[in-house]
């Protein structure tokens, strides 16, 4: 089940992240206080005050907003895609506490007023390999495979054309 909930301790104004339309993709994060951000430097790590329950072949990907990266400044989150793992939401640490960082790289500061959108998280599956040992041991078992298939064909042709 895919649910958002604040986390112990949050203020309660914190704003759940929402999807702003029936056929967005993204659910959209609020910035949960002011802050300015100056010209070509990183923001503090900022704690959302929420965190994310997922099924356990997903993980939640958060991304800047594209109006902040383009037309509203040059704003963008240090980490890139900030990757949420499904066992993350309980973590004795922080209880699960989502914080992003930002970088500003635009010659003006940046200033977020609270409540503002400020990133766009999406549910995403992932797949994962088999492990390195179960892959070697197939790939040992596919070769024999083919040399014993091989070695019968071959062995079936020359005893064929030797008539024997």
């Not at 329950?53 to 993980?59: Q, S």
Request: hydrophobic share 40%; glycine share 8%; net charge positive.
């Amino acid at each position: 089940m895919r649910k958002f909930m604040p986390v112990k301790n949050a203020p309660a104004d914190t704003l759940l992240p929402v999807r702003s339309t029936g056929h967005s993709a993204g659910y959209d994060i609020f910035i949960p206080q002011d802050l300015t951000i100056p010209a070509h430097s990183f923001s503090p790590l900022v704690p959302l005050n929420i965190k994310v329950y997922m099924e356990n072949d997903e993980y939640f990907g958060i991304v800047i907003r594209s109006s902040l990266a383009t037309t509203k400044g040059k704003l963008r989150i240090s980490q890139g895609e900030a990757i949420i793992d499904a066992d993350y939401a309980d973590n004795p640490t922080n209880d699960g506490n989502i914080g992003l960082m930002f970088h500003n790289d635009d010659d003006k500061p940046f200033v977020f007023k609270k409540g503002d959108r400020c990133a766009q998280g999406i549910f995403k599956k992932y797949y994962i390999s088999l492990p390195w040992n179960i892959c070697l041991m197939i790939s040992v078992v596919f070769l024999i495979g083919m040399f014993v298939f091989l070695g019968k064909t071959v062995m079936g042709e020359v005893t064929k054309r030797m008539n024997i």
